[in-house]
């Protein structure tokens, strides 16, 4: 019983990789975890910056303060005798910001709902799907796995502003990923491309459109102590250009971001994990600083 606790422990941690997103910087995202686990976390946020209230943006030098506040489910499954994973979030958030588009300057302070998010994970190579009691006994190994996540427009937008909480548009994106592990050490990396539908509801009159953003992420994770863990984080973006009535308009490509994540244990079923990122090399969009903490429950 001792050596299932001491693994429960580390569980809770799987959702919070989910919930804690920002552009992109999500380890832990393709490990093996025991089935049919549930997970319901909370998230609050906090951004500065140059940066998007939701997805990418048609608009130039964005200056934004965003606090947020998400909640997440997560349920774990087999698929095809692997390990596989479903989970929905949505937010709250509430801005403050300006920015241009097309040399106008705009400025909103407001609050809304974000589009809600789902996404599928199945780890396709190295992660048997296994019960809590089979997965202690089970070695690390390396895993890779694959995953489609769709954002549905169902956030709060309205045509009279340029600012918005919603998006007014889908978004699919299909990842690749792997996690090997090595003793204390584990380094994730991942690949993926984000694909966008139009918004032709852009102050009512204009047609949004945005090319595909592709992405590459890798992160450097050390098991601190048995529910404890702590990663350094890096990815790079490309892409994204936007056009506003078949016009040209902002071009979002070659941004790095750097930053930390922390999680900690508090029992077998409770966890909190906190990050920090901020963008290294920028272009449009990015030149932010952005914090999260986050609390996961399993059952």
Request: charged fraction near 20%; aromatic fraction near 16%.
């Amino acid at each position: 019983m001792k050596i299932i606790n001491r693994f429960v422990r580390f569980l809770p941690f799987f959702l919070l990789s989910q919930l804690v997103q920002a552009e992109e910087l999500d380890p832990r995202s393709y490990i093996n975890i025991p089935i049919d686990q549930n997970f319901l976390g909370v998230i609050y946020g906090y951004t500065d910056g140059d940066v998007f209230t939701e997805a990418e943006s048609p608009y130039q030098d964005i200056q934004l303060e965003i606090n947020a506040l998400g909640l997440a489910y997560a349920r774990t499954f087999s698929m095809f005798g692997k390990s596989a994973k479903f989970d929905a979030n949505l937010a709250r958030i509430c801005v403050d910001g300006q920015a241009y588009l097309d040399q106008d300057k705009v400025t909103r302070s407001y609050c809304g709902y974000t589009d809600a998010r789902f996404r599928l994970n199945y780890n396709f190579y190295g992660a048997p799907a296994l019960s809590l009691t089979d997965y202690v006994k089970h070695k690390k190994q390396i895993v890779a796995g694959a995953s489609i996540q769709v954002s549905a427009p169902t956030g709060n937008y309205d045509t009279d502003y340029i600012f918005n909480t919603g998006s007014n548009r889908w978004f699919i994106k299909p990842e690749i990923g792997v996690s090997i592990p090595y003793k204390k050490w584990e380094f994730d990396f991942a690949i993926g491309v984000k694909y966008f539908t139009d918004n032709d509801e852009l102050q009512k009159v204009n047609r949004f459109e945005q090319d595909p953003i592709y992405n590459i992420q890798a992160h450097l994770i050390y098991d601190i102590s048995p529910g404890q863990w702590i990663a350094f984080n890096s990815n790079y973006f490309d892409g994204g250009d936007t056009y506003v009535n078949g016009e040209k308009g902002a071009i979002k490509a070659g941004n790095y971001r750097a930053g930390i994540t922390y999680s900690l244990s508090l029992s077998s079923q409770m966890s909190i994990k906190f990050l920090a990122n901020t963008g290294v090399t920028t272009k449009y969009g990015n030149d932010s600083d952005a914090y999260a903490l986050a609390l996961a429950y399993r059952w």
